[in-house]
């Protein structure tokens, strides 16, 4: 049985080297911005000069040619902070709810070095924008982007180089209009009837359940590299017994010839493999793997990948280096099982939102570090990035702490069929490639998801995600590929290409409100027909109740504390049935309460989270915390969890 195991090992690995240079299809990397010897980093963070263009038409700002001025010299503007969403930032309601254009300015000072060093290339990189966006330097249009969640960067050394004396102007025009065509879509509707709407009054409409903040939600800031510099980084791991296996490939740009000297190090700093070509596979020896979060006594290992390039255009030689975090770790899937490491992995975690008070969708470490903490109080193992990509900084605290991720594009919100025709899907095709592009090196990413919820039993929907999952696979062969569905099991026209079931149902809540009483056989008939069709493993991607804090009734009723916990513990219940069979995982909708639209549903946003939006625990978070603590404690030995001032890992029973 060992010679076996050990042959079909082997196998895995072939195999999985041998689509090595499919992960590799993008022509260009983004790699995300370090310092090191030979790069800087400035941060453009902080106040910025802003306007909206509320013209009746939107677009006054453009006949006018706002970018070829500094933006106080076109009218009014007032502080907005970056990385920031702008609707919640003033008292203006109008600005809360606005769609259309808005303009960011900022006169940034570029050091002197960077300006004289023609060898020296000055990248200005926009973390995410909400949701088209266009940029100027000096008033000249250097790029635009489509779509939010995702970063985009444009070299500018050459324009500031032309007269250095003159201050480096950042002007950024962001749109958040959605269209049929936009990832999320949407549809503007102008109301016509004039005895109850004035001219150009017109409606932003949306297929999603949350708030649609815009503005410049993740930093914005100036790098450098020399002009001869390391693109891009790829890196796909195995192991093989106690040998751990990283091939890579750096794609350098801006040189004919050159050397490159690539270094693992462990986290002691010592080197463990080495090599001087472009691409190889590395072995390292009594290899430490990345585990997740309570499956291991060390979870979220990491190496370092050093990078260093010695190249010469024909003229100069540049040298560049760059260090990139590197996970050891295998993902698999079977008809019942999800692999991390050749071990059954059981996703018990959540869905989240960049949401908060005043920042919206705004980037903000005390936040972010705060959700970390009470993920792991609560023995959260995993997280889906609902319903967009979320920021890098993000992934690499879960990298750091073994936090499994599902990183999802934002692919939410396709419900009408013409957002399944030709444009939609293009672009589609290129967020995928972004997002795959962006977080390929993410040992916590194990699995990608490109929608949420679309409208998959429409006939369109058969050879849109057909398309889009081969797709995304070909961009990366390493990982399963799913999406969200809350359609008929016999109708999903998607489902047949996806590699994990990720399923949707609220039953007692949308369905059959107030009766509790069904979430079993519901719920148990859920599962059977999916599996029974599909014989693919299943998550319950979303599950949950409405909440509102501090209300109580018993017996319970809808929207009080009371009847999200039965409803949660209903659910547990049909899990720990079928999780010995082939459900792999549970995902409560959701992590804290968040912001959506107004509408006679919503009272100030959704309250499903387990913690309000202020981060304080419902009862439900300690029902989580209970249930969490003992599915990573199989054998009840743990008791308790961990104090608030430390986490010991606990081992599986293997």
Not at 90 to 110: N, P
Not at 299 to 310: I, K, N, T
Not at 363 to 368: E, G, M, S, T
Request: some cysteine; aromatic content about 12%; hydrophobic content about 40%.
């Amino acid at each position: 049985m060992e010679v076996r195991a050990a042959g079909l090992g082997m196998l895995r690995v072939v195999c999985l080297f041998a689509a090595f240079d499919a992960v590799c299809l993008l022509d260009s990397g983004m790699l995300f911005p370090r310092e090191s010897p030979s790069r800087e980093v400035k941060e453009l963070n902080g106040l910025w000069d802003f306007r909206a263009d509320d013209s009746t038409n939107r677009n006054q700002s453009f006949e006018s040619a706002w970018y070829k001025k500094r933006l106080a010299e076109t009218g009014p503007v007032i502080d907005m902070p970056v990385p920031a969403s702008y609707n919640d930032i003033t008292q203006d309601a109008a600005l809360r709810d606005f769609i259309g254009w808005v303009w960011y300015e900022r006169e940034v000072v570029v050091p002197a070095r960077w300006i004289a060093d023609e060898g020296t290339r000055v990248v200005l990189r926009v973390g995410s924008a909400h949701y088209f966006s266009i940029v100027w330097v000096n008033g000249v249009k250097v790029t635009q982007h489509a779509g939010g969640h995702l970063p985009f960067e444009v070299e500018i050394g050459s324009l500031i180089r032309e007269d250095p004396t003159t201050p480096c102007r950042i002007t950024i025009a962001v749109n958040n209009t959605l269209s049929l065509e936009t990832l999320p879509p949407g549809k503007i509707q102008y109301m016509e009837d004039r005895t109850k709407y004035p001219e150009g009054f017109f409606v932003q409409y949306i297929y999603f359940d949350f708030f649609n903040y815009a503005g410049i939600h993740r930093p914005v800031l100036l790098y450098t590299t020399p002009k001869a510099y390391v693109d891009d980084i790829t890196v796909v791991t195995d192991f093989l017994d106690n040998t751990g296996l990283v091939k890579y490939k750096v794609s350098v740009q801006g040189a004919a010839t050159g050397t490159i000297k690539v270094t693992l190090k462990d986290k002691d700093g010592r080197s463990v493999a080495s090599s001087s070509k472009p691409s190889r596979v590395l072995k390292v020896e009594d290899v430490n793997l990345w585990w997740p979060y309570l499956m291991h006594e060390n979870p979220g290992y990491l190496y370092s990948m050093e990078v260093h390039l010695m190249a010469t255009d024909g003229r100069s030689t540049y040298e560049d280096m760059y260090t990139l975090p590197v996970g050891i770790r295998s993902v698999a899937v079977t008809s019942t099982q999800f692999l991390i490491n050749n071990k059954p992995f059981y996703f018990h975690g959540v869905n989240k939102h960049e949401d908060s008070d005043i920042r919206g969708k705004g980037f903000d470490w005390p936040l972010i570090v705060k959700d970390f903490n009470l993920l792991k109080w609560m023995g959260a193992n995993s997280f889906r990035t609902s319903h967009y990509p979320y920021a890098e900084e993000i992934l690499q605290m879960c990298d750091r702490h073994g936090i499994v991720v599902i990183d999802e594009c934002p692919g939410v919100g396709i419900k009408d069929i013409r957002s399944f025709g030709n444009a939609s899907l293009a672009h589609h095709l290129d967020v995928m490639d972004e997002l795959v592009r962006r977080d390929k090196n993410h040992p916590s990413v194990v699995m990608w998801s490109v929608a949420n919820e679309p409208a998959s039993e429409m006939p369109p929907a058969e050879f849109y995600f057909k398309t889009l999952i081969k797709h995304t696979k070909d961009l990366d062969p390493t990982r399963p590929v799913t999406y969200i569905t809350d359609s008929n099991y016999a109708r999903d026209k998607g489902a047949p290409f996806v590699d994990v079931i990720c399923v949707n149902s609220y039953f007692s809540w949308y369905h059959d409100s107030g009766h509790l009483e069904l979430i079993p056989l519901q719920l148990n008939n859920q599962f059977e027909n999916w599996y029974g069709k599909y014989k693919k493993p299943i998550i319950q991607s979303e599950y949950g109740a409405d909440a509102v804090p501090g209300l109580h009734s018993d017996p319970p009723v809808m929207f009080t504390e009371e009847y999200q916990n039965i409803v949660l513990q209903s659910y547990h219940s049909v899990f720990d049935q079928k999780r010995k069979q082939y459900v792999i995982g549970e995902l409560i909708w959701n992590f804290a309460d968040f912001m959506t639209v107004q509408g006679l549903t919503r009272v100030v946003g959704n309250k499903k989270g387990v913690f309000t939006r202020q981060r304080q625990p419902k009862r439900a978070a300690f029902i989580l915390k209970e249930r969490y603590w003992r599915l990573a404690n199989e054998t009840g030995r743990l008791g308790l969890p961990p104090s608030n001032h430390q986490c010991h890992a606990v081992k599986y029973p293997w």
